[in-house]
């Protein structure tokens, strides 16, 4: 009987331990949740970006905070810049993208 109790306790307390950090925030006052949000956009709008026949996937980083996409690179055109900006732009759950590091080769 007491090594079945010893287990219980143990397994309890494990839980305990991953429902808190499961929980927890970030370093930056971000929830696991926004985490995990910001992941997901990232990677669907790099998989647009790979989609898009029009657009160098491989140059341009993308990089999401709180919902703000950040690209980042260097494109061979305007018109490619332009609709890098258009794919993020197009994804669920971006408030808003910026281009600002996102270059045109000369």
């Known amino acids: 009987m007491g090594w079945r109790i010893w287990c219980q306790w143990w397994v309890g307390v494990g839980l305990a331990i991953l429902l ?9 006052h971000r929830s696991t949740g926004e985490v995990i949000d910001d992941t997901a956009i990232t ?5 647009g970006l790979l989609a898009d026949p029009m ?3 491989f140059a341009i980083s993308v990089e999401t905070d709180r919902g703000v996409v950040s690209l980042t690179g260097i494109v061979n055109s305007e018109a490619e810049r332009q609709r890098a900006i258009q794919v993020a732009q197009e994804v ?4 808003r993208v910026d281009g600002r590091n996102l270059f045109v080769k000369r």
Not at 43 to 47: E, G, L, Q, R
Not at 92 to 95: A, H, N, P, R
């Open 43 to 47: 990677t669907k709008v790099k998989t």
């Open 55 to 57: 657009t160098s996937a």
């Open 92 to 95: 669920g759950g971006v408030k």
């Open 20 to 28: 808190v950090t499961g929980c927890a925030s970030t370093p930056e």
